[in-house]
């Protein structure tokens, strides 16, 4: 799978709208782009994924730029809840499903 | 939402004993994975286990590690004997779909293995 560059941590205050940058400039297109979080303690939580289009649920908003090689995983209106280690992972469609972590992005929210 | 649980939380035990971690993985889920993770380092994929087989294992899945799931109960990972590197936290993992449909893994609160 291609790797990914984020950044090491990033800070941000409740209710603010949070943008988490993720690089994947070799990504392939049968590449799939997933995010996680995981805070102290825990396992990791999924929160969204894509491929090419934009994505959203109850978590996040997941903005895919168009030649795919970087994403951004948009938290509105952060809580302290939302503190934690957040992952953006490739996975190669048809792939054994495993997912490979690397350091994240240590996301800090401020009361 | 779903929660896969994983027994017992920590376990401390010597070197060269044989040690079995737990997981009850969500109930209607089909594919299985352990993790590994060493304090302060990345989480890192060990295995995973579909329709009583392994699919797929790491480097890090060395011979004195096995996996299985007798009876659709339990999905465990046991090592034996243990050695001062097996020392870390190991989440288990459930997904109901795997390989091409891709699935989001639900993960337990992990397992923390103090091998003395």
């Known amino acids: 799978d291609a790797k990914t560059t984020q950044p090491d941590s990033m800070e941000s205050t409740e209710g603010e709208t949070v943008h988490l940058p993720c690089s994947h400039a070799t990504i392939s297109g049968n590449e799939y782009i997933y995010w996680y979080r995981q805070v102290p303690l825990q396992g990791p939580e999924y929160v969204t994924h894509g491929l090419q289009q934009n994505t959203t649920n109850s978590m996040a908003f997941l903005a895919i730029a168009s030649d795919r090689k970087s994403s951004t995983l948009i938290l509105p209106h952060v809580s302290l809840r939302d503190a934690a280690v957040y992952h953006c992972i490739l996975r190669v469609a048809g792939g054994n499903n495993k997912l490979t972590f690397g350091q994240g992005t240590v996301l800090s929210v401020i009361p | 939402g779903p929660k896969v649980l994983q027994i017992p939380s920590h376990q401390i035990i010597d070197m060269g004993q044989m040690v079995t971690l737990n997981c009850d993985p969500v109930?209607?889920?089909?594919?299985f994975y352990w993790y590994k993770q060493i304090l302060g380092q990345q989480m890192e994929f060990l295995v995973n286990f579909y329709n009583g087989k392994v699919m797929e294992k790491s480097k890090l899945f060395k011979d004195q590690f096995s996996v299985e799931r007798p009876d659709g109960s339990y999905f465990t990972l046991k090592i034996q004997p243990t050695a001062l590197e097996d020392s870390a936290v190991y989440f288990c993992?459930?997904?109901?779909?795997?390989?091409?449909?891709?699935?989001?893994?639900?993960f337990g609160p992990g397992t923390r293995l103090t091998v003395l």
């Open positions: 109930s209607n889920h089909l594919y």
């Open positions: 993992a459930s997904s109901y779909w795997g390989g091409y449909n891709y699935a989001e893994q639900f």
